[in-house]
């Protein structure tokens, strides 16, 4: 309740300060939701494959109404929900981890205090739904390695489909979940009565672990089918950026800029708290067999392995990417803190404090309010492109790449334009007609992104066969955005 709270007064700061969908992916994500329906081939295809179809899926019927899609309410509407699930399953996370009460509010108020977790859990972004989906497995399993009844629960399984349709982020999280859980399941089996061989119920709880496993695996393949249903391709893993070689296959490099990242977003005080707590607890779990379930909040660290994969691959640096790291963090420290028992006050308090300092709730220059904010100069010079399309706009179809100019999209329903007045990579043969031949039987307007990442689809077109747009004038420009007419005949 408290951090429900806390959420919505959150949100409504961002809200009034503009801020709330400052992110370029913010409003992509919301183009997305409302791409489904509203298009010029609206279908399930719309969904997309590059990133996962949960979050969207959630909001394809609240943003088909003007004022849900323009302002992102729902959408951050069910980013505040999540936040409030997260915060009550890290602190229980800790408590069915044999912490204390105090180690659980530790963990609490460590990642809801957090300034950068608190603005994404005022926008549109699909981060809180992964916190909520993913720390919500690890409660249950969890809960499941300390029961004495060796099932698993349906709703785990579930639990674990909706947490792997919704960011990569929790694939890896979900994998050392159930690692972790069945360990600690099999090392507390000769502890328990009714169970009298340990080999009989290591062969059982591997059983079950297979069992559970069947839910991501055959998620995984779904979307992998999506994928190729809807782009010709198993699973998307370039294309939508230009590779960055600057930590690209520099696995010491990648892995320093991450931690220099959590770093900047938490402070050096919890970023040294969490080293030295999941290291303890991995200590304390392997030596001593009552305290083993002490390992499972590290399994949320096991998000890291998505920023090391894109970094040491060419993605380009982003801080944002870290920010999972701290709903691990927090848990561990929790976990660590409690193991003081009755002298975890001492240590929690002082710890809170400079966490706190270092990092302080609704911070403005927080580093994912600032990268929210790249984009901002640009949105303001694009408004001469907008006056110039209304201005002249004679209800004719316009192109653009939804890989590149989707925040515009969204940005342009305030000015009265619907996605179904867009031709883009969605619209199926007839996109590829106007990509790959000529634009001009088809669309009245084309729009490239000329500058970011070396230009878009359409940029690298025109520069590779300069009478692309031959049939076009170009009409004006703005934040390295262009607006090209076609002519009158």
Known sequence: MLAAILGTYGASVYWREGLSLSHYDAKAHLVVARRILDSIAPSWEQIGAVWLPLPHVLNALPVQIDWMYRTGASAIAISIASFAITVACISAIVRASNGTRTGAILAA????????????????????????????????????????????????????????????????????????????????????????QTHSHGLDVAREIAKLAMYPALTVLFFMGMSYASTGAWFVTGGFYVPDPTLQGQLGAVWEAIRSGVVSLAGSTLTDAAEMCAALLLLFAVTRQKWSVMVMPIALLASIALPIYAFHSGHPF???????????????????????RLAAPLAALPLLFFVVQEAPPFNRASPVILEAQLDRANGLARRAVTECLQRDYDGTTIMASMGSLAHYMQELSNAGFDLDDFLHEGSGPIWQQAYYYEPSPFVGWVMVEEAAEGGDILAQQHRAWPGYLAAYDRACEGGNVVLYKRKID
Do not use: H
């Open 109 to 196: 108020a460590l990642f809801a205090l957090n300034p950068n977790v608190l603005y994404l859990q005022s926008t549109p972004m699909t981060e809180p739904l992964l916190f909520a989906l993913s720390s919500l497995v690890v409660l249950y399993l969890t809960q499941w390695a300390m029961a004495d009844d060796l099932k698993i629960r349906k709703a785990v399984g579930w639990t674990i489909v909706l947490a792997c349709l919704t960011r990569y982020e929790a694939w890896p999280i979900v994998g050392v979940a159930m690692a972790l859980a069945a360990i600690v399941k099999w090392r507390r089996g000769p502890q328990q009565a009714r169970i009298a």
């Open 318 to 340: 982003r801080i944002r990417y870290e920010v999972p790291l701290i709903l691990g963090a927090a848990a561990c420290v929790g976990t660590a803190v409690s193991m003081l």
